[in-house]
């Protein structure tokens, strides 16, 4: 049993991937779809090898494709591939944007630095915030709006800190 089974699948197996590629559209999905029915066939190989095998997988794939598609409808799907982006060769300058960063969130209150991480960094909305914290969503919006005003600010005031002394100092 085995050595026919071995036997088939080095002869047919390409064959089946790309079948089962094609239906599925997807190389590595095909890949899954044809292991599955390989293992499910290789339980009974006898009686399959004795009729029509190379017939008799192609349906069940496509059998199995049609069923996996229903099973898999409301799981995860995959997404467009960002674009892959060069890392920028100066790290140090971009561990001193995480420290100010990490600095500049500690000014914050403790339920800003809460929303604005939990909309930012966790990508919940206001009503999932809301729960998370036991509030309003109009508190989370308010919290949010203040502590990006605050962060603004201190960045503006930065930014614009070494121009205002040069006019001042400048004659007048």
Known sequence: MRSGFEEFV??????????????CGDR???EDLVQEVLV??????????ADQPDRYLRTALVRSHVSW????????RPGAV????????DLAADQAMRDDLWTRLGLLSRTQRAVLVLRYY???????IAEVLRCSPVTVRVHAGRGLARLRAELTAERAGPATEKKEGAPS
Do not use: C
């Open 122 to 128: 966790e990508d919940l909305d206001d009503k999932q």
């Open 28 to 30: 590595h999905h095909g």
């Open 82 to 89: 960002a674009e892959e982006r060069p890392v920028p060769g």
């Open 10 to 23: 080095t002869a047919r197996g390409d064959a089946l991937r790309r079948f089962a590629y094609l239906l």
């Open 69 to 76: 598609l229903r099973r898999m409808s409301n799981r995860e």
């Open 40 to 49: 499910k066939a290789y339980r009974r190989w006898s009686r399959i090898e």
